[in-house]
């Protein structure tokens, strides 16, 4: 406990360093210079293309790029969310002042090599985006959806290659039209920035000196095979707009295509109700009419019941193999629920807007190693309800086990991400604190709950167990283990999979994403798909004869995970064009982290349902 003391008392320090931009008002008045920082260039998908081309980030000072730098570059203080997703935040040498409208200005003149040409143009092919922010906000291209709504599309694009001539000579936009909207404060008098817009263009210019702002009949375009001159140039106008500060993200924030999340929610509610209804079937009325049937024979009388899932009262709670695996990862899921639970209750009160960058990556880390202590305690008293005898290694694995394979996954995604020179690779610096955050937080956290929950005991169980194990006779093949786990995935993952889509584009498209509200419904959606389609499973099994539920129950539940490894390789064939084996990794790595923390989640609430199902439903009958 000391250790997480210092070490907490430590990481207070840091975060005096990290700051989330947008949560208070910036006034200026007239003149005050206006900061214009860069971000790092990322992949999207732009009109023409279907696919995503790429997934690793550039610094925007990348040595191959030649944008003009400033004459001190500073780095920007960073959440350390921020930090894990890729942001890469410095100045610029641009001029802007409030309400100051500048005409054609030269930024810089750079010298392109034919090697770097080359680079460039690839990244052009490959749709990557620039990205500014001023005052916290994103710059963002004007564009229309299939309704013809009006959309601020996040970032915009490096160069042209649209059309059969750009295919093979594309264009690199040198020149910005940058439109800033501003509101006037009804109580300070001051003006706040509520928009940024960017129009890129590619201009030729043969004299810096001289920008031209007007004509495109020239474009940039970067030869292969010679030294290439290019002028940088800019201008900027402001433009007062109605909106106000508290609802500037408003335009960056609309949700795509709210039909689709309605009918995805709509479908997932149906899928629940009929679930629902098919417990209250089997599991109420059945179960009652056998409740009453067994309590009704005389105890005293010599008759035999030969049938239904009172036979294997005697085995229903005997320990399962491999009891310290499975109650790590119970503790595990039940550490990952806390997690997903409380950030999406955040999300919901605005806390985890994209306007306070990094928030979502930060809270996630944060809850993670705080609820280690509620992994602790879920897995002790799991493993004392299993008759578990090793609590310290229990503890340990419960402590290690899954944060191992996180850390080893990310380390060698890292690696990839270094080789690619991108600045989505994390700073050794940043390593260390989630190391810290590991050892010194999350361990002594996961060894008190593991104390607690060793301290409390396993669940009371209403029936003895057999010194002899009983005879399991064969069960049918929708019921054994791999055809279980298929088909209570399948459901779970169908109440799900339409807003899997817009997550895994947020995730890997750099699209901002903001329907919290559909998040939410469609998690508790799947919680209560995957719990009701184990309790049924458990109770075909039982009236099988077949009594060893527990591991079934878990494996059934976390079978969802399979499916979103399915979707996510057919999202990959469908949404995803990646040319280089780096991209491709990284993606399938992502994916895999994604689809074991779905196992532990799912598998969990299949296992503890089934649990108190299974108790109910032997506490209700008279055992001789």
């Known amino acids: 406990m000391k250790a997480a003391l210092l070490v907490s008392s ?20 007239m003149n005050d210079k206006v900061e214009l920082n860069v971000n790092a260039l990322t992949p999207i998908v732009s009109e023409g293309h279907e696919k995503l081309r790429s997934l690793i980030n550039y610094d925007y000072y990348h040595p191959q790029l030649h944008f003009c730098q400033p004459k001190v570059i500073r780095k920007q203080s960073e959440s350390l969310g921020s930090i894990l997703f890729g942001d890469r935040i410095f100045n610029s040498p641009f001029e802007i002042h409030m309400l100051e409208n500048t005409g054609c200005q030269t930024l810089c003149s750079a010298t392109v090599p034919a090697d770097d040409a080359q680079f460039i143009n690839g990244l052009i092919r490959e749709d990557y985006a620039v990205n500014w922010l001023i005052d ?8 229309q959806d299939n309704q013809n709504n009006t959309l601020y599309d996040l970032g915009f694009n490096l160069g042209d290659d649209e059309g059969e ?65 290019v002028h940088f140039t800019y201008r900027v106008s402001w433009n007062q707009s109605t909106t106000r500060w508290a609802t500037r993200w408003d335009n960056y924030l609309k949700v795509s295509q709210p039909r689709i999340h309605w009918i995805s929610l709509f479908n997932s509610i149906l899928i629940v109700v009929f679930l629902c209804v098919m417990v209250n079937m089997v599991l109420v009325r059945t179960i009652s009419r056998d409740v009453s049937r067994y309590n009704a024979i005389d105890l005293s009388e010599d008759v035999e019941v030969d049938y239904g899932w009172k036979l294997v009262h005697g085995e229903v709670f005997r320990p399962p193999k491999y009891p310290s695996i499975l109650a790590m990862f119970v503790g595990n899921g039940a550490q990952l629920i806390a997690m997903v639970t409380v950030t999406l209750g955040f999300s919901l009160m605005g806390f985890l807007s994209p306007s306070n960058r990094g928030a979502l990556a930060t809270v996630l880390m944060i809850c993670w190693t705080f609820f280690a202590g509620i992994g602790g305690y879920m897995s002790a008293r799991v493993y004392c309800a299993l008759d578990g005898e090793n609590h310290r290694r229990n503890v340990f694995f419960t402590a290690t086990i899954l944060p191992t394979f996180v850390f080893i996954v990310m380390f060698l ?38 104390y607690y929950g060793r301290k409390h005991g396993g669940v009371y169980h209403p029936v003895r167990v057999n010194q ?79 009594y060893r539920w527990h591991w079934r129950s878990f494996l059934a539940g976390g079978g969802s995970a399979l499916w979103l490894l399915l979707y996510s390789v057919y999202y990959w064939i469908t949404w995803l064009s990646l040319d280089s084996a780096s991209s491709v990794l990284l993606y399938f790595g992502w994916v895999l982290v994604l689809a074991v923390f779905q196992f532990l989640i799912c598998g969990t609430i299949g296992f503890l349902s089934s649990y108190w199902a299974v108790k109910r439903l032997y506490s209700a009958i008279r055992i001789d």
């Open 413 to 450: 995604l890292n690696l990839l991400l270094i080789g690619a020179e991108s600045s989505g690779a994390v700073p050794f610096g940043t390593m260390i604190v989630i190391v810290l955050l590991w050892f010194g937080i999350s361990i002594p956290l996961t060894s008190v709950g593991g």
């Open 10 to 29: 430590a990481l207070v320090g840091v975060a005096h360093a990290f700051y989330f931009p947008g949560t208070a008002p910036h006034d200026y008045s």
């Open 468 to 546: 002899i194990p009983r005879q399991v006779p064969p069960a049918p093949k929708y019921l054994r283990t791999w055809a279980s786990s298929l088909i209570c995935g399948f459901l779970p993952w169908i109440a799900a999979f339409m807003e899997l889509y817009f997550i895994l584009s947020s995730l890997f498209a750099s699209r901002a994403y903001y329907a919290w509200g559909f998040v939410t419904a469609t998690a508790g959606v799947v919680c209560l798909t995957t719990a009701t389609c184990t309790i049924l499973l458990v109770y075909f099994l039982l009236c099988a004869e077949e």
């Open 136 to 143: 916290g906000l994103p710059a963002a291209e004007l564009k």
């Open 165 to 229: 001539l750009r295919t093979k000579d594309p264009a690199l936009n040198n020149h910005y039209e940058v439109s800033i909207q501003y509101h006037v404060s009804a109580d300070t008098k001051k003006y706040r920035v509520v928009g940024v817009l960017v129009w890129p263009m590619s201009i030729m210019t043969t004299d810096a000196g001289k920008p031209d702002c007007v004509s495109r009949n020239m474009p940039v375009i970067l030869l292969e095979d010679r030294d290439n001159k």
